[in-house]
T-cell receptor, first 111, second 116 residues
């Protein structure tokens, strides 16, 4: 079945360093969504990418959708302690028509 | 503007019991999806309700069932609980035709279910 894979699983950075997480799908996606889940919290929608090669920015966060619409990345510039959490990508499933989430990248930031 | 609300927050059950979890969607949303999130994993889709009908279903056994009411609120029922059912159960609401995957999901805080 369709799979959405994320790497790395964990990332520990010093405050001020950059961070990138990568998402790969086994099939072409019509869109990809990114969510952030703080420790003990629930996933919060960050952004949706739809177009091939699309790049969107939210302050220090930059999201990219690959040309083949099978991969995506999230880059955070100059991390802050408020960036701590797990970042998930999610894409539409196949016949079931649901969202398939990756396992997430857990980011920890050392002050 | 209230977001997605879920109850209860925590629940402890024993194997073989049955449980009902409840969800009220965000104001203006008509589609409710349920997810199971095991520790250290991403949310896994259970099913989605729209217009009081189950529209989509993930790879979960029939022990998992649900319902949507006319006010768009929803319930998740799990029968014959197993130890492996211990997880965070998340409800998410969205707007639209109920197709789900193209709509951003607004999640509630979840119900932490522990099976002893």
């Amino acid at each position: 079945g369709q799979q959405v894979m994320q790497i790395p699983q964990y990332q520990h950075v010093q405050e001020g360093e950059d961070f990138t997480t990568y998402c790969n799908s086994s099939t072409t996606l019509s869109n990809i969504q990114w969510y952030k889940q703080r420790p003990g919290g629930h996933p919060v929608f960050l952004i949706q990418l739809v177009k091939s090669g699309e790049v969107k920015k939210q302050k220090r966060l930059t999201f990219q959708f690959g040309e083949a619409k099978k991969n995506s990345s999230l880059h955070i510039t100059a991390t802050q302690t408020t960036d701590v959490g797990t970042y998930f990508c999610a894409g539409p499933g196949g016949s079931q028509g649901n969202l398939i989430f990756g396992k997430g990248t857990k980011l920890s930031v050392k002050p | 503007d209230a977001g997605v609300t879920q109850s209860p927050t925590h629940l402890i059950k024993t194997r073989g019991q049955q449980v009902t979890l409840r969800c009220s969607p965000k104001s203006g949303h008509d589609t409710v999806s349920w997810y199971q999130q095991a520790l250290g994993q991403g949310p896994q889709f259970i099913f989605q309700y729209y217009e009081e009908e189950e529209r989509q279903r993930g790879n979960f056994p029939d022990r998992f069932s649900g319902h949507q009411f006319p006010n768009y609120s929803s319930e998740l029922n799990v029968n014959a609980l197993l130890l492996g059912d211990s997880a965070l159960y998340l409800c998410a609401s969205s707007v639209g035709t109920g197709t789900g995957p193209d709509q951003p999901q607004h999640f509630g805080d979840g119900t932490r279910l522990s099976i002893l």
